[in-house]
């Protein structure tokens, strides 16, 4: 026979009332909550050591006769009249990379002394094999030859695998973390994308660098969003918002970190520097608890109130005799239970209860909508976030510097979403940032040949308004989706994203037809998700749901 477990009785009490007591955020919460934060710096870095690593450097093909051997000089006075090229509108040159005009024979046997001058070279053009770089930059387009026009798509595969990656590692890792446990599932993808980054760092060629990097990318993955469902279950509701805006102000400076690739230009070394550090989270298998509210609703009652009780004495607070009652009968369901298991007794919450909160969800037409209006607001989210950085007006200066401060504007973002999530609660916080985004990027279609100023303020607003609803809508989420399958669902739509970011590179091309067609249609999108986000409930000062039926009676209840 099928043994069932009881629902919660008035003697087994909700987390967030056991919160109550031992304190929503107190010294256990802010370390634990701190140490999960560490390696999302590095998720976030490794997340896109690919635009270094896979990089294309400044290059010009080498002139023989003119250029040293031991100290080329890429922008050296006579290369305009040696290697064919561009002229900006305020006098400088970018030559090509791949092609040079040809040597006039006869006209250097007369004129040895001016080898290098303009009128030693023919207007004919040909190809070259040997380079001259702009920088001491060394990328993977060094290290196997992959120069030139023929290889780009070489280059941009990367991206390509690395975000098939992110779609097989997020939905993978969001429902072992459902099924085992929030904290195994997460230690294995740090220690995973740490020594995926250092075979990447090693990589003998360019597939295996492709391999590695998908592997990275499916480690990478599941770090975020299983550092988000930890911080957020582990809090109480007065405090969700503070712990999923500031993990997002890490997974900002961990983008910047990147920056350091000025300070590395070696890709090898880079790498190895952003892939070395997250193996000491080893150490978190003995520093950081399992999510109480996933032992709560596993069931695993004896180990939720050894943490509750060690909770309480590091946060200094008295526990209720009543509570202490309670979990002194959750210890003890907890052992018959480990004993039933023991004993070879089918369990039914330990096989059927995550596929049953599934076909709950299914049984519910209120609730399929607002999970379908989800995977809509974040594939948006996804085209537009990623979509409005490829379409972005490049900013002159220090690419590196450039990178830093495009990755960090993101937190006055995160700041706003914080904000509002205070003030306006979940889902006017959602809408109005999705509307600033929609107004902007219409804005800006209509100014793309206006004054540069303009265009800079309106891209960084819009970066603004659709960073802001990236943060929104995982709490959002997280705080509509039951327990039993919490990091499952936010897996799903993280992964429906990916799907949504895979499509945002093929979207700037629609300029071809009409130049402000894309911003108009990243306008559209974001209008139509912040209206249809509207229609979801508020959460804000709600208890998390534990299982599906509770989602269901508050629809009912309302």
Not at 210 to 230: D, E, H, K, R
Not at 313 to 330: F, G, P, W, Y
Not at 522 to 547: M, N, R
Request: proline share 5%.
């Amino acid at each position: 026979t099928t043994i069932a477990m009881p629902a919660p009785t008035p003697e087994c009490p909700d987390f967030d009332d056991i919160l109550g007591q031992i304190g929503e955020f107190g010294p256990f919460q802010r370390r634990n909550y701190l140490l999960i934060c560490i390696p999302v710096l590095f998720a976030a870095a490794n997340s896109l050591s690919y635009v270094f690593t896979a990089g294309s450097p400044t290059y010009r093909c080498q002139v023989p006769g003119c250029d040293s051997l031991e100290e080329p000089d890429y922008g050296a006075d006579w290369v305009p009249g040696a290697v064919p090229g561009t002229w900006n509108n305020k006098g400088h040159f970018t030559p090509l990379t791949c092609e040079r005009f040809v040597a006039n024979v006869s006209s250097v046997q007369s004129r040895p002394e001016e080898w290098c001058s303009a009128e030693n070279f023919l207007k004919e053009t040909e190809r070259c094999r040997q380079f001259v770089y702009g920088s001491s930059e060394h990328t993977i387009v060094q290290q196997w030859g992959l120069q030139c026009r023929e290889n780009l798509w070489k280059l941009a595969f990367v991206g390509t695998m690395h975000f098939a990656g992110l779609v097989v590692g997020t939905a993978l890792s969001g429902y072992l973390a459902d099924r085992f446990g929030r904290k195994h599932v997460f230690l294995i993808c740090i220690v995973f994308m740490a020594l995926t980054g250092v075979g990447q760092a090693l990589s003998w060629n360019y597939s295996s660098f492709l391999a590695f990097a998908l592997l990275n990318a499916v480690g990478t993955s599941g770090v975020y969003p299983l550092a988000f469902i930890i911080g957020v279950e582990m809090v109480g509701p007065r405090k969700r918002e503070m712990c999923s805006i500031v993990l997002n102000y890490f997974y900002a400076v961990g983008e910047a970190l990147l920056g350091l690739a000025a300070f590395l230009p070696n890709w090898r070394h880079l790498q190895l520097a952003l892939s070395l550090p997250p193996l000491l989270c080893v150490a978190y298998f003995w520093l950081v608890p399992e999510s109480v509210r996933w032992l709560l609703a596993r069931n695993r009652r004896a180990q939720a109130a050894v943490i509750i009780r060690r909770a309480a004495k590091v946060n200094r607070r008295d526990i209720s005799v009543e509570l202490m009652a309670s979990l002194k009968e959750q210890e003890l369901n907890g052992i018959a239970l480990t004993e039933l298991e023991a004993s070879g007794a089918p369990v039914e919450l330990k096989e059927d209860q995550i596929w049953r909160a599934v076909k709950e969800v299914f049984s519910s037409h209120i609730l399929l909508a607002r999970y379908a209006i989800m995977l809509l607001v974040w594939a948006v989210n996804a085209i537009v976030y990623y979509g409005l950085s490829l379409n972005a007006t490049n900013l002159s200066g220090n690419k590196y510097l450039n990178f830093t401060l495009v990755c960090l504007v993101e937190i006055p973002g995160y700041s706003i979403a914080w904000f509002c999530l205070r003030r306006l609660g979940r889902r006017l916080a959602l809408s109005g940032s999705l509307l600033l985004c929609s107004v902007t990027c219409v804005a800006s279609g209509f100014v793309t040949m206006g004054a540069n100023w303009l265009i800079v303020t309106l891209f960084l607003i819009g970066k603004l308004g659709i960073t802001s609803s990236f943060a929104v809508i995982y709490t959002f989420t997280a705080e509509m989706m039951p327990t039993v399958i919490r990091s499952g669902g936010v897996g799903v739509m993280s992964t429906f994203a990916r799907f949504g970011a895979m499509l945002a590179p093929f979207v700037p091309l629609l300029s071809s037809y009409y130049e402000p067609l894309p911003l108009l249609l990243f306008g559209a999108t974001s209008l139509v998700a912040g209206l249809l986000s509207l229609l979801l409930p508020e959460t804000f000062h709600q208890k998390l749901p534990d299982t599906v039926s509770w989602n269901i009676i508050r629809i009912l209840n309302k």
